[in-house]
């Protein structure tokens, strides 16, 4: 067996190939629950193994991650935990977030015969655990992680989130006219910062918008400064990517300086542990969401919620429900072939808890709705509400060359 790993290449990844909806959704559509094709009388065992945070920083995620596997489980085998008469078998491992623990596991899990490998909370975990797949013809479903590099790395890589370019269309939905406009990325320096900013200039900068940007030092703890000049900027729009404890001193500096009053600031919502650090900026913002309790109902979203302890869904439940859904789909029309299990993915269509989601089959890309949202309330009080659901033809990134 071959077992290696060896880093995913940095590369372009906003290759404009278009993709009409029309295409993407004429692939065969099926119910979650199906029945498995399997033989009758057959129990081997199905063995999933599943590599996530549980502990680290990204614990919290990995947390919302298999509690949500856990209710799609038993949503997609109707409660049965089984496909067909086969037992779906799981086994759980901590990769803290870590790349190289994750490696690591994935490598173990492998050897031991698992041909099913999920999880993935971090962007760097996955980059590192998805050449694996790819090396071992083991099929590979990324979970939280939102790097656009995880779409079309290889063959044998799928994904059960969203990727930052979808995030940024959201922020894009915004902004539906954006020549002559004027949009300012409001960040924190280093990768975070960057990575957002290029996003920002490849998706709504190439729409005809003028992108400036405004880094501030991770270490800076006063941001009157910053907050001043992102006002005398007089961008029609100012995108924020901002993550940390220095959120909250943020937010109300750009809201002292009147920021928030002058134009339109947009920012992603992160998991209910991060609303109160928006103070009483929160109800001024403009939303983007990946997810949040109260974006969808549907048959799946009741399955989740009755599945999550004290039934409060939170930003990642649904990246954990979708990839049982999708596992279940490859196991029970692939059994234990993996190559069929890529096929009965590629172009597959499913209604997951966000709505109608679609695997592309051309570089595994997973078409979805995104979210606006506003926040109402205060305090302990301050909850999302939905805007506006994105149709997944709004959110749609460019198809990317897949490799390997």
């Not at 029945?35 to 920083?57: F, H, M, R």
């Not at 030092?217 to 995108?239: C, R, V, W």
């Not at 920021?259 to 939303?287: E, H, N, Y």
């Not at 051309?362 to 506003?374: S, Y």
Request: aromatic residues 8%.
């Amino acid at each position: 067996m071959v077992i290696r790993q060896t880093s995913a290449p940095r590369r372009l990844l906003f290759a404009a190939v278009g993709l009409s909806m029309a295409a993407a959704f004429t692939s065969a559509c099926s119910s979650p629950q199906e029945a498995a094709n399997e033989p009758a009388g057959d129990t081997t065992p199905i063995k999933v193994g599943l590599v996530y945070s549980q502990t680290g920083a990204l614990a919290g995620y990995g947390k919302q991650y298999i509690e949500g596997w856990k209710a799609g489980l038993a949503f997609a085998t109707k409660g049965t935990g089984k496909v067909g008469s086969r037992p779906v078998e799981v086994k759980e491992v901590d990769d803290a977030g870590d790349p190289a623990k994750a490696v690591s596991a994935a490598k173990d899990l492998i050897g031991q015969g698992y041909k099913i490998i999920a999880g993935s909370t971090g962007s760097a975990v996955a980059g590192q655990v998805a050449p694996l797949a790819a090396q071992n013809k083991v099929l590979f479903v990324s979970g939280p992680a939102a790097s656009d590099a995880v779409t079309g790395v290889n063959k044998y890589t799928f994904r059960s989130g969203r990727q930052s370019y979808q995030d940024v269309l959201a922020a894009k939905s915004y902004l539906p006219s954006p020549t002559g406009k004027k949009v300012l990325v409001f960040a924190q320096e280093g990768t975070f910062g960057k990575s957002n900013a290029d996003a920002v200039k490849a998706v709504i900068g190439s729409a005809g918008a003028t992108v400036d940007n405004l880094f501030v030092p991770a270490s800076a703890t006063e941001f009157t400064g910053f907050a001043a000049q992102a006002k005398n900027a007089k961008a029609d729009m100012i995108f924020v990517a901002w993550a940390g404890t220095t959120a909250p001193a943020m937010w109300q500096a750009l809201d002292q300086q009147g920021v928030l009053g002058s134009t339109m600031v947009v920012t992603g919502i992160d998991q209910r542990a991060s609303w109160a650090t928006f103070g009483a900026a929160g109800s001024k913002l403009s939303l983007l969401a990946h997810y949040f309790d109260g974006a969808s109902d549907n048959e799946a979203t009741t399955a989740l919620r009755k599945g999550v302890e004290g039934g409060k869904v939170d930003l990642f439940h649904p990246d954990g429900f979708t990839a049982a859904q999708m596992i279940v789909r490859a196991a029970g029309e692939g059994g234990d072939d993996v190559d069929k299990m890529v096929t009965a993915l590629e172009g597959w269509s499913f209604d997951g808890v966000k709505g109608k989601l679609t695997v592309r089959k051309e570089d595994h890309a997973l078409l979805q709705p995104m979210f606006q949202g506003k926040f109402s309330g205060s305090g302990a009080d301050l909850k999302p509400e939905l805007v506006k659901a994105i149709d997944p033809a709004d959110a749609t990134p460019p198809v990317v060359q897949m490799k390997g």
